[in-house]
């Protein structure tokens, strides 16, 4: 039995096309379909009830592209959304967070663990939440680096802007016990060079690791694998098309099958255009 539906992937903007690097990487005959919503970016200063209905109309357009599962490529949606969502529809659908807090809990020796993340994220205590579930023992020290989402998004993640407002953000962690540190937003792995050249001894944990692993795991439970020689990749954003094609052919280095402008909202501001 082979399932050639795609996974469908989704973010509030370009973040996530690093859990689709992470996809390509560790399930290469998948077909995949990922959706950005760079329309309404960034997600992490938006309301709850602004994420839940954004992301509702992501998911529904994976599952109008066929897909077998969707993976929150975005902890802003994973920590408003994910659960609320499942109640809703009978997709399986995985989050970026648990796996991500329990690779930090396997990877910390002094049990002292930084997150950074989104401001929605880091309010939310999702990631606070789930390691004490995991190990109460931990403490966790939670930032807010929002600064860092328009720094990848605009492309400039070796400006010297960013080397300050990384600097700036990520002082708490410079002496503190953390050795290790959640990379809580899936943008900030474009950001891990340099974030590693400031923070040299504290362990980067990528979630979209974890969680493709997770995603592989529940795919080969419930023989929902691919065995397609040939996968496709197909790729959507809802606004800024052309530096979203310019980051994701740099980042993702591979084949792409189709870079498109989708239309999700419906009846969003950006579709008004009478005066």
Request: glycine share 6%; net charge negative; hydrophobic share 40%.
């Amino acid at each position: 039995m082979s399932d050639q539906r795609p996974i469908g992937v989704l973010d509030s903007g370009l973040g996530g096309l690093t859990v689709v690097k992470e996809v390509i990487r560790q399930l290469p005959d998948e077909n995949v379909v990922f959706i950005g919503d760079e329309a309404r970016m960034p997600y992490g200063v938006k309301t709850h009830e602004q994420i839940i209905s954004y992301t509702r109309e992501m998911v529904q357009y994976l599952i109008s592209q066929n897909a077998k599962l969707i993976i929150f490529g975005c902890n802003t949606a994973t920590a408003n959304a994910l659960l609320e969502l499942r109640q809703e529809f009978t997709i399986p659908m995985l989050g970026v967070i648990e796996p991500g807090a329990k690779e930090a809990v396997k990877t910390t020796k002094t049990k002292n663990i930084g997150i950074i993340g989104t401001e929605s994220t880091i309010n939310s205590k999702s990631y606070s939440k789930t390691i004490a579930a995991i190990d109460p023992n931990v403490k966790v020290i939670g930032k807010a680096a929002q600064s860092f989402v328009s720094i990848v998004e605009r492309d400039e993640a070796n400006s010297k802007m960013a080397k300050d407002s990384i600097a700036q953000t990520l002082l708490p962690f410079k002496d503190s016990k953390c050795d290790t540190l959640i990379l809580g937003c899936t943008h900030f792995p474009m950001l891990k060079q340099q974030i590693n050249e400031y923070l040299p001894a504290i362990t980067l944990v990528d979630p979209a690791l974890s969680t493709v692993q997770v995603t592989k795991d529940y795919l080969t439970k419930n023989n929902l694998l691919s065995d397609e020689s040939v996968r496709s990749l197909k790729l959507h954003a809802t606004a800024n098309i052309t530096d979203f094609s310019k980051l994701a052919k740099r980042w993702l280095d591979t084949e792409i099958d189709e870079i498109s402008l989708v239309d999700i909202g419906g009846n969003d501001e950006r579709n008004n255009h009478s005066n």
